[in-house]
């Protein structure tokens, strides 16, 4: 059998990926993340006296402990499973990027091992992250410059 | 070209030790031991698969009431970076050794050179076969066991097993290896590591269908025509491919796969079982026994193998796939 004609045939094996049901999933999940993140960041403007502007780094925390605790559990790659980005693309997927790969790599050591390796999937993140975070504020800055749009 | 053993040397004894999850495959029976530490106990997951490799082999060897010292040779690999655990088992078995790598198909091509030593005489017994370990495997492959990845359809898990047989000289009541056919490393394109099956089926379809050739016969010839671990969707792609071919679809009967079926209908492992434990455990528990019981006269077992890994798949390349087959028979 010639390559195109197997590539066919596996073209009409293979089932396409629900995806209807993988955007469904991913919303409520990304949605139900997303609320518990707005409670707890209501949380620490009702009780600790955090405005809205500030209240966003202890919220990020918070959430990564979550992801921490449930990725410890094995919990978080079920939910993963289930919700794909929904729960990949929140703070909660970086939080369980990080903790996974440290957990992965205790086994060889705190240094070479954990130390080396727990930015190894969210590396990338942390890079682009920080690259598109310059380049946004820096197109505010040229804005604000011109009198566009003020801080 | 396939090989015909003269001196028909046989599987002798087996041993098939699984993981915890493996408790849960419908061949999970026949197994010698099934753990519910996926460590043995160990430090690490690399150390527990070396336990795991070495177990394994205590049972072949304990079933043949042979020791280690009585053994000639021991073949076999695993899926890890310079196949460290059966390197390391090697080291405490003791047993003159040399590993050998054909990803999945390493549970057939460790035999055939096993029978090879046999049949010049090089050889009274031999260990041969395969293993892996789930979190060692996935680790290297793909990604830390605890990230969150949805993993598509067309996935498949890796086992936890070690299955090793003993092969030795030609004796009447036990399953004979006959001929054997080494497979070519064939790349359709495939470049999806979630999809494995769809790579390494035109693999199988070349073995078998060269083999089936050279040894003049038709697939009806056979009981059971085994393959490794294609996976629901692979097992799908080859018959396709056989369908293709001319051969018609209640012809393809006997043409079963180990992956597939590792795990019953269990939606939770997608398409399936593999690894190279999968194939190992599956042909040296379930298959032998059925031999012995009678069920099974005639068998082709093909063990397939997906040449990748995970630095060629970043590079952008196809995945080479292989497939290695043996002929057992059964008076």
Same mark, same amino acid.
């Given at each position: 059998?010639?390559?195109?004609?197997?590539?066919?045939?596996?073209?009409?094996?293979?089932? $396409?990926?629900?995806? @209807?049901?993988?955007?469904?999933? +991913?919303?409520? =999940?990304? %949605?139900?993340?997303?609320?518990?993140?707005? #409670?707890?960041?209501?949380?620490?403007?009702?009780?600790?006296?955090?405005?809205?502007?500030?209240?966003?780094?202890?919220?990020?925390?918070?959430?990564?402990?979550?992801?921490?605790?449930?990725?410890?559990?094995?919990?978080?790659? $079920?939910?993963?499973? @289930?919700?794909?980005?929904?729960? +990949?693309?929140? =703070?909660? %997927?970086?939080?369980?990027?990080?903790?996974? #790969?440290?957990?992965?790599?205790?086994?060889?050591?705190?240094?070479?091992?954990?130390?080396?390796?727990?930015?190894?999937?969210?590396?990338?993140?942390?890079?682009?992250?920080?690259?598109?975070?310059?380049?946004?504020?820096?197109? $505010?800055?040229?804005?604000?410059?011109?009198?566009?749009?003020?801080? | 070209?396939?090989?015909?053993?003269?001196?028909?040397?046989?599987?002798?004894?087996?041993?098939?030790?699984?993981?915890?999850?493996?408790?849960?495959?419908?061949?999970?029976?026949?197994?010698?031991?099934?753990?519910?530490?996926?460590?043995?106990?160990?430090?690490?997951?690399?150390?527990?698969?070396?336990?795991?490799?070495?177990?394994?082999?205590?049972?072949?060897?304990?079933?043949?009431?042979?020791?280690?010292?009585?053994?000639?040779?021991?073949?076999?690999?695993?899926?890890?970076?310079?196949?460290?655990?059966?390197?390391?088992?090697?080291?405490?078995?003791?047993?003159?050794?040399?590993?050998?790598?054909?990803?999945?198909?390493?549970?057939?091509?460790?035999?055939?050179?096993?029978?090879?030593?046999?049949?010049?005489?090089?050889?009274?017994?031999?260990?041969?076969?395969?293993?892996?370990?789930?979190?060692?495997?996935?680790?290297?492959?793909?990604?830390?066991?605890?990230?969150?990845?949805?993993?598509?359809?067309?996935?498949?898990?890796?086992?936890?097993?070690?299955?090793?047989?003993?092969?030795?000289?030609?004796?009447?009541?036990?399953?004979?290896?006959?001929?054997?056919?080494?497979?070519?490393?064939?790349?359709?394109?495939?470049?999806?590591?979630?999809?494995?099956?769809?790579?390494?089926?035109?693999?199988?379809?070349?073995?078998?269908?060269?083999?089936?050739?050279?040894?003049?016969?038709?697939?009806?010839?056979?009981?059971?025509?085994?393959?490794?671990?294609?996976?629901?969707?692979?097992?799908?792609?080859?018959?396709?491919?056989?369908?293709?071919?001319?051969?018609?679809?209640?012809?393809?009967?006997?043409?079963?796969?180990?992956?597939?079926?590792?795990?019953?209908?269990?939606?939770?492992?997608?398409?399936?079982?593999?690894?190279?434990?999968?194939?190992?455990?599956?042909?040296?528990?379930?298959?032998?026994?059925?031999?012995?019981?009678?069920?099974?006269?005639?068998?082709?077992?093909?063990?397939?193998?997906?040449?990748?890994?995970?630095?060629?798949?970043?590079?952008?390349?196809?995945?080479?796939?292989?497939?290695?087959?043996?002929?057992?028979?059964?008076?």
């Amino acid at each position: 059998m010639e390559k195109e004609q197997y590539q066919q045939l596996e073209q009409n094996v293979t089932p $396409k990926p629900p995806y @209807f049901k993988n955007v469904a999933k +991913a919303f409520i =999940v990304g %949605g139900l993340i997303c609320t518990i993140g707005q #409670a707890v960041s209501l949380f620490y403007i009702i009780f600790f006296n955090f405005t809205e502007a500030t209240a966003g780094n202890p919220t990020v925390a918070t959430m990564v402990f979550f992801a921490m605790i449930l990725t410890g559990f094995g919990l978080y790659k $079920k939910i993963g499973q @289930f919700a794909g980005a929904g729960s +990949a693309v929140p =703070v909660t %997927g970086f939080g369980n990027a990080v903790i996974s #790969a440290a957990i992965e790599h205790r086994s060889e050591g705190l240094v070479l091992g954990v130390g080396g390796n727990i930015f190894k999937l969210a590396g990338s993140v942390v890079l682009f992250g920080v690259v598109s975070a310059f380049f946004v504020a820096l197109i $505010k800055y040229i804005l604000v410059t011109i009198g566009v749009v003020s801080w | 070209m396939v090989i015909v053993f003269q001196s028909k040397p046989s599987l002798i004894a087996a041993g098939v030790v699984a993981g915890p999850l493996e408790k849960r495959s419908i061949f999970s029976q026949h197994f010698d031991a099934t753990y519910d530490d996926e460590r043995w106990q160990m430090k690490t997951n690399e150390q527990g698969h070396r336990k795991m490799v070495e177990e394994a082999c205590e049972f072949a060897m304990k079933k043949a009431g042979v020791k280690n010292k009585d053994i000639d040779y021991f073949m076999g690999g695993d899926l890890v970076n310079q196949m460290t655990p059966t390197n390391f088992a090697a080291r405490d078995l003791e047993i003159p050794f040399i590993g050998l790598f054909s990803a999945c198909a390493t549970s057939i091509s460790s035999v055939i050179i096993a029978s090879l030593l046999t049949e010049v005489g090089a050889a009274n017994f031999s260990l041969a076969g395969a293993s892996s370990q789930h979190n060692a495997v996935e680790r290297q492959f793909r990604y830390p066991i605890d990230y969150g990845s949805q993993k598509p359809q067309t996935a498949q898990w890796t086992v936890t097993a070690a299955g090793y047989a003993l092969i030795g000289k030609h004796q009447e009541e036990y399953p004979s290896i006959e001929a054997a056919t080494v497979g070519k490393s064939v790349d359709y394109g495939m470049d999806d590591p979630f999809h494995m099956g769809a790579a390494m089926a035109p693999a199988a379809f070349q073995t078998i269908q060269s083999h089936l050739e050279q040894r003049n016969q038709k697939i009806y010839h056979y009981d059971l025509i085994l393959t490794g671990d294609l996976g629901q969707l692979g097992l799908k792609l080859l018959k396709g491919m056989f369908v293709e071919n001319g051969i018609k679809s209640e012809e393809l009967k006997p043409l079963r796969d180990a992956g597939a079926e590792f795990y019953g209908q269990d939606e939770a492992f997608q398409s399936g079982a593999s690894g190279a434990g999968c194939s190992a455990a599956v042909f040296f528990s379930y298959v032998i026994q059925q031999m012995r019981a009678g069920t099974y006269k005639r068998v082709l077992l093909v063990a397939t193998g997906a040449l990748l890994s995970p630095l060629t798949f970043q590079q952008g390349e196809t995945i080479p796939c292989t497939a290695h087959a043996i002929e057992i028979t059964m008076r």
